[in-house]
Nanobody, 116 residues
Framework: QVQLVESGGGLVQPGGSLRLSCAAS???????MGWYRQAPGKERERVAR???????NYADFVKGRFTISIENAKNTVYLQMNSLKPEDTAVYYC???????????WGQGTQVTVSS
């Protein structure tokens, strides 16, 4: 399993953009990666995922606004967030899982706050 560290969160006005980064301790070229978020009092929900083959999937509430991508040379996965809304406010977590792992790996999370 790999260690994950998220960064890039912060305060942004509605309609603004942020790019989150998730740095892994090792190669992620053969690992399935995802971004999740959790707002206070709510369940953690999946935002986007990208498979080891490069296939992507997005939650309906972020389609057309968010983009997940991987830079294998830097062992980093990104989440580009555009047209941010107040309801996007949450702690965003990076996740990694691969065949044969007993459990997935999680980062510590990074806070995203969308407010005017």
């Amino acid at each position: 399993q790999v260690q994950l560290v998220e960064s890039g969160g912060g305060l942004v006005q509605p309609g603004g953009s942020l790019r989150l980064s998730c740095a892994a301790s090792g190669s992620i070229s053969s690992i399935n990666m995802g971004w999740y978020r959790q707002a206070p009092g709510k369940e953690r929900e999946r935002v986007a995922r990208i498979s080891s083959s490069g296939n992507t999937n997005y939650a309906d509430f972020v389609k057309g606004r968010f983009t997940i991508s991987i830079e294998n040379a830097k062992n980093t996965v990104y989440l580009q967030m555009n047209s941010l809304k107040p309801e996007d406010t949450a702690v965003y977590y990076c996740n990694a899982v691969a065949m044969g792992w007993p459990t997935s790996s999680w980062g510590q999370g990074t806070q995203v706050t969308v407010s005017s």
